[in-house]
């Protein structure tokens, strides 16, 4: 399997642009997370969905920031307006969960967004 | 509420040398779970090793071995012969059943010197 796939690796703007982060997760699993992680407060859970369903938002900063997941092979996470604060590393996370969430993860490589 | 802390910012150990990362955690549950996670310099994290609190028996995966002691609430990490591969920032996690989401530590960076 290609595991999870996040793009853009990386992401230069200026303040007050829209920016979209895209995530494809590994095919059967049925739990997707988004993650925020910066050096002032570590890794930050914003939402998770469950089989393409939100189910806690309630980590995401505020109202610039929104998530979907239209289908069980994508999910994007959009900030508009940008901020500088909001420069950080973005990861996507995807997990299995037959008969019980089991907290194994797993990973993209993140998306280090950069708000000029 | 439940809270994970990492006391050691970063730990330096010599190749082929033991070291021992610190994890606390606070929770009410008795049913719960918990993880070391590495992040190397690509960034991509991936699991290392996965306790259950219901398992009295110390989880191990070759060179890494837990210290799981849940009166204490403490959940360390142990790598043995340390290789240069090892070096990254390494998560202490936690997790419950009945919610889905895990609760992460602030990391600890781990450097290993020739």
């Known amino acids: 399997d290609a595991g999870v796939i996040q793009s853009p690796r990386h992401e230069v703007t200026e303040m007050g642009q829209e920016v979209t982060l895209r995530c494809k997760p590994i095919?059967?699993?049925?739990?997707l997370f988004w993650y925020r992680q910066t050096m002032m407060r570590g890794l930050e859970l914003l939402i998770y969905f469950n089989n393409n369903v939100p189910i806690d938002d309630s980590g995401m900063p505020e109202d610039r920031f929104s998530a979907k997941m239209p289908n069980a092979s994508f999910s994007t996470l959009k900030i508009q307006p940008s901020e500088p604060r909001d420069s950080a590393v973005y990861f996507c996370?995807?997990?299995?969960?037959?008969?019980?969430?089991?907290?194994?993860?797993?990973f993209g490589e993140g998306s280090r967004l950069t708000v000029l | 509420a439940q809270t994970v802390t990492q006391s050691q910012p970063e730990m330096s150990v010599q190749e082929a040398e033991t070291v021992t990362l610190s994890c606390t955690y606070d929770t009410s549950e008795s049913d719960y779970y918990l993880f070391w996670y590495k992040q190397p310099p690509s960034r991509q994290m991936i699991l290392v090793i996965r306790q259950e609190a219901y398992k009295q028996q110390n989880a191990t995966e070759n060179r890494f071995s837990v210290n799981f002691q849940k009166a204490a609430k403490s959940f360390s990490l142990k790598i043995s012969d340390s290789q240069l591969g090892d070096a990254a920032m390494y998560f202490c996690?936690?997790?419950?059943?009945?919610?889905?989401?895990?609760?992460f530590g602030t990391g600890t960076r781990l450097q290993v010197f020739p």
């Open positions: 996370a995807s997990s299995f969960a037959a008969g019980g969430f089991t907290g194994e993860l797993f």
């Open positions: 996690a936690y997790g419950t059943y009945n919610t889905d989401k895990l609760i």
């Open positions: 095919s059967g699993h049925d739990y």
